[in-house]
Nanobody, 121 residues
Framework: QVQLLESGGGLVQAGGSLRLSCAAS????????MGWFRQAPGKEREFVAR???????YYTDSVKGRFTISRDNAKNTVYLQMNNLKPEDTAVYYC???????????????WGPGTQVTVSS
């Protein structure tokens, strides 16, 4: 069982930056693939970035070059550094953990409650 809690969301102007954190409980954090998803009002939850168990990172095309996912297994924490934010990045951001952990939400087993990111134009 893994419990996840996101933090770091907020209101930022376009072009600004935020760093999201996801703290995980449990002693087997390093055994999970970790991902970030987001959901805007009226839209489906979409993949943003993930860190595979093997240490490879993947990003959706719209955030490549702007967002960076990283993890600190010693702190049981995964991060999402978001730079050059755009209004279309506005959404609730969710952290997820899973043994499979690919680009679809159904491949993750545990989810945090989410943190709101709002980017003003």
């Amino acid at each position: 069982q893994v419990q996840l809690l996101e933090s770091g969301g907020g209101l930022v102007q376009a072009g600004g930056s935020l760093r999201l954190s996801c703290a995980a409980s449990g002693r087997t954090f390093s055994s999970y693939a970790m991902g970030w998803f987001r959901q805007a009002p009226g839209k489906e939850r979409e993949f943003v970035a993930r860190f595979s168990i093997g240490g490879i990172t993947y990003y959706t095309d719209s955030v490549k070059g702007r967002f960076t996912i990283s993890r600190d297994n010693a702190k049981n924490t995964v991060y999402l550094q978001m730079n050059n934010l755009k209004p279309e990045d506005t959404a609730v951001y969710y952290c997820a953990a899973g043994y499979r952990g690919h680009n679809t939400s159904k491949t993750y087993d545990y989810w945090g409650p989410g943190t709101q990111v709002t980017v003003s134009s």
